[in-house]
């Protein structure tokens, strides 16, 4: 079929995410400039655009936060630039341009640019690299760098960090005078992957390559550094370098540890890279790692990186909920891995976790207006253990910023971004991955083509499709059938297909001689379902959770009272659902009767040898992604099951 590309020509029109998109655009980028420049009252301070001017001799003062703040601008500038991309504004962009002017004047002679060794530490570049996130924030930029160059096509910011990434170049490798090490948080790697990419420059190629095959390699280079510092305490995490994914070579990694957000964006640059360079050794490393964080330590929300120590993967089937770390940025992590995998495999697994992590383990890291974010998303709270200080326990508000500000501006990148990941085009076909309401010019086997997709997704299983070629010509058509979906159904121009042969992993592939104005419209039932856990997962024994669609729903103590562990949903109970626009900015919610253990009958005594009595209650359900919009109180989402 050709090399596959993802296709971002895209008008998104779709009323679910164009609202999350305005809100990037009006409130959190905005929002996020202000708190970059410590005007957010009783927010965590950022300094971190006054680290640059420190930076480029502007402006007195120390450097402010933490080693890696550089990276806040870098997510931010990339986020303005999706947004640009899909709508330009000549008073955001001139913003961005002055931004990236500062980052030019704080960029040394020899290319290097970091304000943390610029201001702070000046003569010891590269001497941590596991600690210190110098190549962490070079990555960031570079890919805030090519996203702004695709949006505007404006070259200062890209030459900039060629600039950059030529310096690094020589700094590291196999060579005589060079350093034979690697990032300690992966993220370069995939930048570098991206900057190629626009580029051309295999320089890039070569050195996202040299970074990922030098990791775990022996003598651990972590230990050379380490000596040369003269450091001699012992590495603070238990698992040593499994915490950087640095204890074997790659290609012999077959689970996922350690700290997880590192873990995917190296994995998101394996899979690009095994596609770009056809090596089947990698390809097979990344799917093993596949299988293992999907099967085994993935939650239901997409949420991954089940512990609060380290941030990080544990071990399998181990996905506490109360204690569930599932930072924010790991679930959009997940996400790029899924849209490097579909480049590498067209398999609708992928596009399957995808639309899982987008519709509840990401969204869920922001207020619904864009004002205050989560780092991380139980699937449980109990606000009395926040109130007694246990650090388990995430406390059930949101904050308007972070010390260790990640995850508000990178959900604000990934978001503005959407578009990027609901088609995937190769010369002779395009693959829907996403049903989100949307326009699509572009060519198919030499021809002009315009797809608009219209629908209500994901409230709505139905969706419709008008394509439209400049002239009659045979090319496909590759439409996921969700993974949660039974009983699919297609027609084009109303007739119905038969797709059950059509259907290759995940995709129905409709092959023929498309004529101006086909419709194609798909209808994928959404019933409430119950969801059980493997076995093996021991927090979730005895217990279901919602699922409609591809939204998974919690329940909080607004809507059913205090001690929802108390509550048991019936196996038999009647379950609906029903649309409530003026709910959370309009959501389906679920309802029916539950049951509710009576506290009366323990007559104020710890224990009793007695069968519960229980009452019926009425309960109602939200989509997880919307929960703590109302206040603080308990939530779960996995409930008990009578």
């Given amino acids: 079929m050709g090399v596959e590309k993802v296709a971002t020509n895209v008008n998104l029109k779709d009323q679910f995410w164009k609202r999350y998109i305005d809100v990037v655009r009006h409130e959190v980028i905005p929002y996020q400039w202000e708190a970059l420049n410590d005007r957010i009252p009783d927010a965590e301070p950022s300094h971190a655009i006054e680290n640059f001017r420190i930076a480029a001799g502007e402006s007195d003062g120390e450097f402010y936060g933490m080693v890696f703040q550089d990276s806040d601008v870098a997510k931010w500038l990339e986020a303005v630039a999706y947004l640009l991309e899909t709508k330009r504004d000549p008073e955001l962009e001139k913003l961005a341009d002055d931004v990236i002017e500062l ?13 943390y060794y610029t201001i702070k530490e000046p003569g010891k570049r590269w001497m941590n690299l596991r600690d210190n996130h110098e190549l962490y924030c070079a990555g960031h930029l570079i890919e805030a760098a090519v996203a702004y160059f695709r949006a505007t096509g404006k070259r200062r910011f890209l030459d900039i960090m060629c600039k950059y990434a030529d310096y690094i170049g020589t700094v590291f490798g196999r060579g005589e005078g060079q350093i034979p090490g690697y990032d300690g948080h992966q993220e370069i790697e995939l930048a570098l992957l991206k900057l190629y990419e626009v580029t051309g420059n295999e320089n890039y190629l070569k050195l996202s390559q040299y970074f990922i095959d030098q990791r775990g390699q022996q003598p651990y280079y972590f230990d050379q550094e380490k000596e040369a510092r003269g450091e001699t305490e012992p590495f603070w995490y238990d698992g040593g370098y499994r915490y950087h994914q640095a204890h074997i070579p790659v290609r012999e990694q077959k689970q996922a540890v350690g700290h997880a957000v590192r873990a995917l964006y190296m994995y998101t640059a394996m899979a690009g890279l095994a596609a770009k360079m056809g090596d089947e050794s990698l390809k097979q490393a990344c799917q093993t790692l596949w299988e293992n964080v999907t099967k085994r330590q993935m939650y239901i929300t997409g949420g991954v990186g089940s512990s609060a120590f380290g941030e990080s993967f544990t071990f399998d089937f181990d996905l506490p909920n109360d204690t569930a770390y599932a930072e924010t940025c790991a679930s959009i992590a997940l996400v790029f891995w899924t849209r490097r995998m579909l480049e590498l495999e067209m398999d609708g697994k992928y596009a399957d976790v995808m639309e899982r992590a987008l519709y509840n383990g990401t969204i869920s890291g922001m207020d619904l207006d864009g004002k205050k974010f989560f780092y991380v998303n139980p699937l449980e709270v109990w606000p009395k253990a926040c109130e007694r200080h246990d650090k388990r326990h995430v406390k059930p508000v949101r904050q308007k910023w972070f010390s260790c500000a990640c995850c508000p501006p990178n959900l604000a990148r990934l978001i503005a971004s959407i578009g990027h990941y609901i088609y995937l085009q190769t010369s002779d076909a395009l693959f829907v991955h996403l049903y989100v309401g949307s326009d699509i010019q572009t060519e198919i086997d030499g021809r002009s083509v315009k797809i608009m997709q219209e629908t209500n997704y994901p409230w709505d299983g139905t969706v419709r499709l008008t394509v439209s070629p400049e002239s009659a010509g045979e090319f496909t058509l590759g439409l996921r059938i969700p993974g949660w979906c039974r009983g699919a159904e297609v027609t084009i121009n109303g007739e119905k297909v038969d797709i059950v042969p059509l259907i290759k992993k995940g995709y129905a592939y409709i092959r023929r001689v498309w004529q101006q104005g086909d419709e194609v419209k798909l209808y994928f039932p959404m019933p409430v379902e119950r969801i059980k856990a493997h076995p093996q997962v021991r927090a979730n024994a005895g217990k279901v959770a919602l699922q409609r669609g591809p ?7 607004v809507d059913n009272g205090p001690n929802l562990a108390n509550l048991f949903l019936p196996r038999d109970a009647k379950l609906e659902a029903h649309f409530e626009p003026d709910l959370l900015e309009g959501v389906v919610v679920i309802t029916g009767i539950a049951e509710r253990v009576d506290e009366s009958a323990w007559n104020d005594e710890l224990y009793r040898p007695i069968e519960p009595r ?13 929960w703590c919009n109302r206040g603080e109180g308990e939530m779960v989402v996995w409930v008990n099951e009578k």
Avoid at 103 to 115: E, K, S
């Fill in 551 to 557: 939204i998974v729903y919690c329940l909080e103590e």
């Fill in 614 to 626: 229980t009452y019926k209650v009425p309960f109602r359900a939200i989509p997880y992604y919307a």
């Fill in 103 to 115: 980052l030019g004047r704080a960029q040394q002679p020899d290319g290097y640019l970091n304000t």
